[in-house]
């Protein structure tokens, strides 16, 4: 899995952004977690499977908490080469 974080604001007041990154199975159990600082104007690419092989073959959501103005798109690479892209919840 491979996500995209953009911090789009873009002003001189605007601050580095901390996203932190729970990736949970489908039982819920926390399987991984990442801490990502993404400075103003600027995306950060995140690569699961590079960073840790606890992210293979994992069913289940991805948890994002932190940071205003942050977009996040993100992609799921299968075996063939294809990608899926994720789909996302909001949940208050």
């Keep these: ?4 974080i953009t911090n789009y604001c873009n002003y001189s007041f605007c601050d580095t952004q901390t996203v932190t990154l729970i990736v949970r199975d ?7 977690v990442d801490v990502v600082d993404v400075p103003p104007n600027s995306v950060r690419i995140v690569n699961f499977a590079v960073r840790s092989q606890t992210t293979w073959n994992v069913f289940g959501m991805l948890q994002v908490t932190g940071g205003a103005d942050i977009v996040l798109s993100g992609h799921r690479i299968n075996p063939t080469g294809s990608f899926t892209p994720l789909m996302s919840f909001d949940y208050y």
Excluded at 1 to 4: G, H, L, P, T
Excluded at 26 to 32: E, H, P
Aim: aromatic share 10%; hydrophobic share 45%.
């Design 26 to 32: 489908a039982n819920g159990q926390q399987v991984y």
């Design 1 to 4: 899995m491979v996500v995209n």
